[in-house]
């Protein structure tokens, strides 16, 4: 299966830190979403031919359930509210790599039966009474079988920093429904209580992703520990700080992506110049496949070219 993907050590701010490149779990299948549907790939479903999704159609996500139908040998089908007319035309980034895979994307705005309904009400009510052949993932994989993965994960750095006899470290991971992040502080408060997870909240606010831990994890004890930075930033803007952050990172040989990882990175710099002393792993949790519809618009907003 995917596991073990491999730990490096860059230099950030004069600091050494380790990087889990679970961005090189697979050729195909890999990062955050590899770990969250590794339960499905893992497990069989008879009678299951169909994988249905649903979010944006620009989403890793998206990619990530075609490239995992595929690999099952399902079809996959995906619900998106909208459509916009560059994404339908565009030839890289996710969408136009799970049309690849061949995923069946049905936007259902132009459904004639969508009335007033959601993405999941029409999921709800419209797809899953009708057929029994289906199984349906809820968005971003933020659910119970997520567990499976991540503790997975979990498990791959406790055996890491054993064998480098890291009795004390501090993971950072940058959240957004923040399901990765609760489930491995879960996971290292169970079993390796040296081990303790730093996060910050990219959708939403702290707030929102304290909820969010809440509803996966009752007992807060168990929760990851959410760094703020000064001045809130929007998911999925494009600010100037994000862009000089991708290319500082881009420096020391390893490519992040642009959604997250800015400011996951902005975060692990305030908590190094806070006086954080114990060694820091950040988790790479791939998404690179957006990068291709990020970076035009990070270019056409901020033009590097000298
Ligand atoms: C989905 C995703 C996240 C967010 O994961 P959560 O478990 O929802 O917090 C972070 N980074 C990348 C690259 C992702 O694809």
């Known amino acids: 299966m995917f596991v073990n993907s ?9 600091r050494h830190i380790f990087v889990k490149r679970d961005d090189l779990l697979s050729e195909t299948f890999s990062g955050n979403k590899a770990r969250k549907f590794a339960y499905f790939l893992e497990n069989e479903f008879p009678g299951k031919s169909v994988l249905i999704g649903h979010g944006s159609p620009v989403a890793n996500s998206l990619y990530s359930m075609s490239a995992l139908a595929k690999l099952k040998g ?9 459509i916009a007319e560059q994404v339908i035309n565009s030839t890289v980034g996710n969408y136009a790599a799970a049309v690849v895979n061949g995923a069946n994307i049905i936007d259902i705005s132009k459904m004639a039966d969508r009335q007033e309904r959601s993405v999941i009400e029409y999921i709800e009510q419209k797809v899953l009474p009708e057929r029994d052949d289906c199984l349906f993932v809820p968005e971003g994989g933020r659910c119970e079988y997520a567990r499976y993965g991540v503790h997975h994960l979990a498990q791959e750095i406790i055996t890491w920093s054993q064998a480098h006899n890291l009795l004390q470290l501090s993971v950072f991971l940058p959240s957004g ?10 996971y290292f408060v169970q079993h390796a209580p040296g081990i303790q997870v730093f996060t910050c909240a990219c959708v939403g606010d702290r707030q929102y992703l304290k909820q969010q831990f809440n509803l996966l994890v009752s007992d807060a004890s168990m929760h990851p520990h959410i760094v703020e930075l000064d001045k809130k930033y929007h998911f999925g803007k494009l600010y100037r700080p994000f862009y000089d952050m991708y290319y500082k990172l881009l420096m020391t040989g390893i490519e992040f992506e642009l959604l997250y990882d800015p400011l996951g990175w902005m975060c692990v710099e305030k908590l190094l110049d806070s006086g954080l002393k ?12 957006g990068n291709a519809t990020m970076l035009p618009r990070y270019q056409r907003k901020y033009d590097r070219a000298l």
Do not use: K, R, W
Request: aromatic share 12%.
């Open 6 to 14: 491999p730990v490096e050590s860059i230099e950030f701010n004069g």
């Open 74 to 82: 399902v079809q996959l089908e995906f619900y998106v509210d909208h």
């Open 177 to 186: 429904t923040g399901t990765t992040a609760v489930f491995l502080n879960e």
């Open 278 to 289: 114990q060694p820091m792993l950040y988790i790479h949790q791939g998404g690179l496949l």
